[in-house]
């Protein structure tokens, strides 16, 4: 099945500990982002990529960083730098823009749960 | 990207139909109107997108008015299963960069 897969849903770090979430995607997409959710909130973009080895800062990549290695993998570290990283993060991707299929929406996985004691 | 307005909360019975509105009074001539939904502690879904026609699919009806500042995303017999937060967002298709959440309708279908 193609989709998109994000490990694990829920992640329990201590504080000042950097941690990785993982987002692999088999639906050949070339864009891939970063969202974060807090409790009764929309979505924050904290970082997109559009191509591999290349991506751009969102509305608050600060304290996180990522890597485009590969088109599959778009993994995302929270850093020791973020001031309140627990939230629920959510990755998402999509065609390029010119492209025919699914008119370019965005199809987001499950999303991991990540508490900071 | 245009901003949107939503209720923030709405109740349906199971088996009605449930109309939820957007206001979008800024949108420009290019952009469409999409329509997400989360149900609680999943990834946001896809429904529908439309630019000025109504439109249909298997999942949802998307009402646009003649003057495109505004919508109405319609669930023909709403089920249990619907209840989740609903989020208009309007951007000009195909383009890049992130989707514009804001905190959506919540939709509560009741038996």
């Known amino acids: 099945d193609g989709g998109i897969t994000q490990s694990p849903k829920y992640l329990f770090r201590k504080e000042g500990q950097n941690v990785t979430l993982s987002c692999e995607q088999n639906l050949n997409h070339d864009a891939m982002y970063w969202y974060r959710q807090d409790p009764g909130q929309g979505l924050r973009l904290i970082y997109y990529?559009?191509?591999?080895?290349?991506?751009q800062k969102g509305d608050i990549a600060e304290g996180y960083s990522v890597s485009r290695e590969k088109k599959e993998s778009f993994p995302l570290t929270v850093t020791s730098a973020q001031k309140n990283p627990t939230a629920f993060y959510l990755c998402?991707?999509?065609?390029?823009?010119?492209?025919?299929?699914?008119?370019?929406?965005?199809?987001f996985g499950p999303g991991t749960r990540l508490t900071v004691l | 990207d245009a901003k949107t307005t939503q209720p923030p909360s709405m109740d349906c019975a199971e088996g009605r139909a449930a109309n939820l509105p957007c206001n979008h009074s800024?949108?420009?001539?290019?952009?469409?109107v999409y329509w997400y939904r989360q149900i609680h502690s999943q990834g946001p879904q896809y429904i529908i997108h439309g630019l000025k026609n109504n439109e249909t699919n298997e999942m949802a009806s998307l009402i646009i008015t003649e003057d495109r500042k505004s919508s109405t995303l319609i669930l023909p017999h709403a089920t249990l299963r619907d209840t989740a937060v609903y989020y208009c967002i309007v951007r000009v298709r195909g383009s890049q960069g992130n989707l514009i959440f804001g905190k959506g309708t919540k939709l509560s279908v009741k038996p």
């Open positions: 998402a991707s999509s065609s390029l823009a010119g492209t025919k299929s699914s008119y370019n929406e965005q199809f």
């Open positions: 990529s559009q191509i591999v080895n290349d991506f």
């Open positions: 800024t949108i420009s001539g290019n952009e469409y």
